[in-house]
């Protein structure tokens, strides 16, 4: 029993600081904002991530048939999408308020497949908790709501894109190809942006590259090595939280105390949600992190190999 709840502590501990590292990653791409924009900052990332990635997955390119390539090719450009919204949302409504909106996705998705009251109960919670995240104020900017909620799109995508990935290919590859399809789709811009990178602004976002998508992701397979995916999704749902004490921390963005209770009641309608659907599918999933591109649709993968 006592090495059991050693390995579930440790299990926590590791899942907490991926969650740490990954909002972290984001707070301090933000700081390059003001010389390249999101959009620099997202170009250098999902560079950064493929550069890990591919050498540790190697898929094999020239034997994949078009029925593995082209949700790969489709996942490539979610996560383009997914990253400039949320990048967008923060540089325009705060770190805390950008990831509570981000997880809109993945609730709506966990609301819809539940049918019970409970889950109306849920939806409900969730929508108060948005009320009152837009009360007039910063919150209220239209352009960050719709990036915030862009990314929310992108993430509900990604995780329908993942659950076909993770039955075409083995590991890490999928996320790989997808990884590098973002690379590849956001290079241009980053050779167009190059002039306007200070040495500040470059290490921010390379930073945030690793932060944001390499510690994660090797944060999630250790962690759930350790835990029930069903414990490590609701786990998940703290994202928003540990974002807005980031933001305060890190990068002083204050938030009034009922934006506070809005980002609470959304975590906490999150995880009831997240809770519910993995009690009556049996744990048999994980469910995927704020970054996702690695971790979940590998262990998907594995367990239904």
Known sequence: MATSARIRVTGIAIALGGAVSAQSGAA???????????????????????????????????????????????LGGVLS????????????????????????????????????????????????????????????????IGAGLLAAAGWAAYILLGRVIGQRLPGLQGPALATATSAATTLPILILLWSQFTPAALLAAVVAGVLSSAIPASADVMALRRLPTSFFGVFMSTHPLIGALIGFLALGQSLAPVAVVGIALVALANAVAVGLATLRRGAAEPVPTSEPATASIAIRSSERD
């Open 81 to 144: 999408i997914m990253n400039f919204g949320l990048y967008t949302a923060v540089e325009r409504l705060g770190l805390g308020l950008a990831v509570t909106l981000e997880f809109l996705g993945p609730l709506a998705l966990a609301l819809l497949a539940g049918r019970r009251l409970v889950d109306a109960a849920g939806a409900v919670l969730a929508l108060v908790g948005i009320a009152m995240l837009l009360q007039p104020g910063p919150s209220s900017d239209p352009v960050g």
């Open 28 to 74: 301090f791409g933000s700081t390059a904002f003001a010389a390249v924009g999101p959009i620099g900052v997202v170009a250098v990332r999902q560079l950064i991530a493929a550069a890990v990635l591919l050498p540790v997955a190697r898929p094999p390119v020239r034997s994949l048939r078009w029925s593995q390539w082209w949700p790969c090719l489709a």
